[in-house]
């Protein structure tokens, strides 16, 4: 256990990791929270979720304390537990009375009741020109609209049928070539290590497409889209961000897409070591010290262009691509839902919102969120079927795979 953890958060912490495996606290904005695997996405994705945690504890609430001194009693004090993934809530009663991993055939590490202390986010923030404090850049950009065909950022989203301009203009969108590896905060310098991959690849924002999150006149953020390629019907490729070259990662075999024999047998190699391998980069890094849950991607944009035709109308999807299909006043919620935050940060500039779900369960949960959310506000939502954007065509899931004339004919009369 870290030290200077008061005695009863110490209790608390004890109990649930003996029970869900290994933790992580982090201080936030709403207080000191304890990252854990989620019973559900245990379930569903096995003992990968063991390190990702996508379940957190805020532990200030359970206990009334921080912001909650004093207020022990007037509010549900176990309502306290949220599963980002799933948009799963739990009791955290519930939690203390669920079977350790090894009853439920989850096989925990010997390692498994560990907590650690993430990160002070500061460490990873810089100051800008006014003095805010914000999460350092990614690296050694340029703008989008300064490559040319033949670039691999470039061809990736002019095949797709992006105008590069609009996406400069709605998100400084750019390309990194070169990632940090040394912020030099306010707190001292701190090095930044990337998560290692097979091939020789990292999860780094070198190498991709990155999409920088404005709100208020503030770098809220940025992520780093992932660039690959389909090659023949039966190859993906990625952009190897040390070796500036396409890579060949997977085959496709009897309909399903297969990780390459000399990448499978660097993750194999590793499975009995401690620090395994595994083929899993995040189609979008975010980084490090980035609120997502507090930020709008696309926000000022949208605020921009509202204020300079006299509406108050926004667009609002999942993600930048998705949003960034139609341009101002599209914005992405970064995340698979929206959150009370991100609603009341809506609500203080649009008097309406047009809600664009991806197609399927995921879709559903995430309108779900929007809608219940939403209605806390004074802000109104009008939602639209992904369908009406993709002509007829079953295999587009999202406003992303549409075309950008679709989407303003179907669109632009609401605003």
Known sequence: MEENIPPDVNRLVIALTAIHGAGQLRYESKGLHLYLASPKCLEQDGEAELNKRHMTVNLDKALARGRWTGQGGSYDQRDCVWCHKTDTKYKLDDLLEMDPLEKRGIKASLQ???????????????????????????????????????????????????????????????????ETTLTDSPKGPKRRGYRALPGGFCDTPQGRIIFYIDVRGEQKGWQARVIDRIQHDFLKQHWHPYKGEWVTTHIKTEGEWVLVPDLQAEVDATQDLPRKLAWDPSKYYTGKATRRSEVIIGFDAAVQWCQDRGKSTGILAEGPLDCGRCGPPGMGMIGKYLNQDQ???????????????????????????????????????????????????????DMGDASTAKCWEVLHPML
């Open 112 to 178: 498994s009741t560990s907590v650690k202390m993430a990160e002070d986010r500061e460490w990873f923030c810089i100051k800008d020109a006014k003095g805010n404090l914000i999460p350092d850049h990614p690296g050694m950009v340029v703008p989008i609209t300064s490559l040319s065909p033949g670039h691999p950022a470039y061809d990736y989203l002019d095949g797709r049928g992006y105008s590069l301009t609009s996406l400069w203009d709605q998100f400084r969108c750019s390309y990194c070539y070169m």
């Open 343 to 397: 609603a009341k940060l809506l609500s203080g500039v649009f008097r309406k919102i047009i809600y664009v779900a991806d197609k399927g369960d995921a879709g559903a949960k995430a309108q779900e969120s929007v809608l219940k959310h939403m209605a806390l506000t004074h802000t109104e939502v009008h939602t639209v079927d992904v369908s009406l954007l993709h002509e007829g065509d079953l295999t587009k899931k």
